[in-house]
C-alpha cells in the first residue's frame, strides 16, 4: 500500500493549487495530482485576476506549482482514473496504476466546454472565440463582435457585451431567441439581429474573420463571443457517492460535499468561476481541510492517552 498523505488533491489548476499552498503552510503532507489540463489553457492570457493581468495561465499555474514545492509539497503530472475510500481515508489511482492514499481528498479537476456545433468554432476557441465578456472584452473594444446565441438568457448577454462595443451583430443560429421584446431592447441599443443558422467561421490564416451563413451570406467579425456547455470532470466524485444537482456536485459553503473527507473547488462544482473565483474557493479549502484534519488529530491523540 502506498504512503498515506494528509491530503491528496486531485487537479492542479487554480482552485486545487490554491488549497494545497494553504495546505502545506499549515505542514500538511500534500500532494497534487495534476492533468494538465486546465480549463483555460487555450487562452495565451488572463484578465481581471488582481496582480496578474495579461499573464498567460499557463505561467500562473508554473508559480504555484513551485510555490508548494517549496513548502515541501508534491506535484504530480498524472491523470486521475478513479477514486476508493480505504481505512486510511481515500485511494486515488491514476493511469498507469499507481495509487496515493490520502486521509482527506480535494477535487478541483475542472470542467470541460462543449462548443455549439459550428464548422470552425472550436478552431478559433480562446483565440477568435471567447466566452468571458469581463475576460476578453477591453481587448476587442469598439470591434465587431458577434454573439452566438445558445438559448434563453442569451439575448441578455448581448446586451451585455454591448457595454464593449457599439458594432455588436447577434447570431441567432436557428435558435428561437430572441423573442419580440428581446428583439426590440437588441434593436434599440443598436444590435443587429441575424436570423439565418450558421454556416462555419471564417477566417484568414489563423485570424477569425467573419462567419458564414446558411445560403452564402457573410456577416464581418473580429471575434465571436459563444456560450459553451460546461461538463464537469467530477467521475471521482460520483464514484465517491456524490451526486449532482443541477448538472454539478453541490457543495457548502466550504467545499464540502456530501461525502464525508471529500471537498471540492473551481470549475467541477461552479462553472461561472474564473481564475480569482477559483483561487478563493480553494484557499478556503484548504483551510477547512486542515481544521478538519485537526479535529482528528485531537480525537487520535484523545484516543491514544485514554
Known amino acids: 500500500m502506498s504512503e498515506t498523505w494528509d491530503v491528496v488533491v486531485v487537479g492542479g489548476g487554480s482552485a486545487g493549487l490554491s488549497a494545497a499552498l494553504m495546505l502545506v503552510r499549515g505542514r500538511r503532507r500534500v500532494v497534487v495530482l495534476d492533468g494538465a489540463a486546465p480549463r483555460n489553457r487555450f ?22 506549482r513551485a510555490e508548494i514545492e517549496g513548502y515541501g509539497g508534491v506535484v504530480v503530472g498524472a491523470q486521475v482514473v478513479g477514486a476508493s475510500r480505504s481505512d486510511e481515508g481515500f485511494v486515488v489511482e491514476v493511469a ?17 466546454d462543449e462548443l455549439p456545433a459550428v464548422p470552425g468554432l472550436a478552431e478559433q476557441w480562446g483565440r477568435g ?20 446565441a445558445a438559448g434563453p438568457g442569451s439575448a441578455a448577454r448581448a446586451q451585455l457585451i ?56 457573410v456577416v464581418d467579425l473580429d471575434v465571436i463571443f459563444a456560450m459553451p456547455s460546461p461538463t464537469p ?17 453541490p457543495v457548502d459553503e466550504f467545499g464540502a460535499t456530501a461525502v464525508p473527507g471529500v471537498w471540492a473547488a473551481g470549475n467541477v462544482v461552479n462553472p461561472r468561476a474564473n481564475v480569482p473565483v477559483a483561487m478563493g474557493a480553494g484557499a478556503s479549502v484548504g483551510a477547512m481541510v486542515n481544521h478538519d484534519l485537526v479535529t482528528e488529530d485531537v480525537r487520535l491523540a484523545m484516543a491514544v492517552s485514554a
Open 96 to 112: 498507469g496504476g499507481e495509487t496515493f492514499v490520502g486521509r482527506r481528498l480535494v477535487v478541483a479537476s475542472g470542467l470541460r
Open 43 to 64: 487562452a495565451p492570457h488572463m484578465h481581471a485576476v488582481l496582480g496578474h493581468d495579461g499573464l498567460p495561465p499557463t505561467e500562473l499555474l508554473a508559480k504555484g
Open 129 to 148: 472565440v471567447v466566452s468571458c465578456p469581463y475576460c476578453d472584452g477591453w481587448e476587442v473594444r469598439d470591434r465587431r463582435i458577434g454573439v452566438l
Open 162 to 217: 454591448r457595454q464593449w462595443s457599439p458594432s455588436l451583430v447577434f447570431l441567432t443560429n436557428g435558435t428561437g431567441t430572441p423573442d419580440p421584446d428581446e428583439r426590440a431592447e437588441l434593436e434599440a441599443r443598436g444590435i443587429e439581429v441575424v436570423d439565418a443558422p450558421l454556416a462555419r467561421v471564417l477566417t484568414d490564416g489563423d485570424v477569425l474573420t467573419g462567419v458564414e451563413l446558411v445560403g452564402g451570406a
Open 233 to 249: 470532470h467530477d467521475e471521482v466524485l460520483l464514484q465517491l457517492g456524490a451526486e449532482r444537482s443541477g448538472g454539478f456536485v
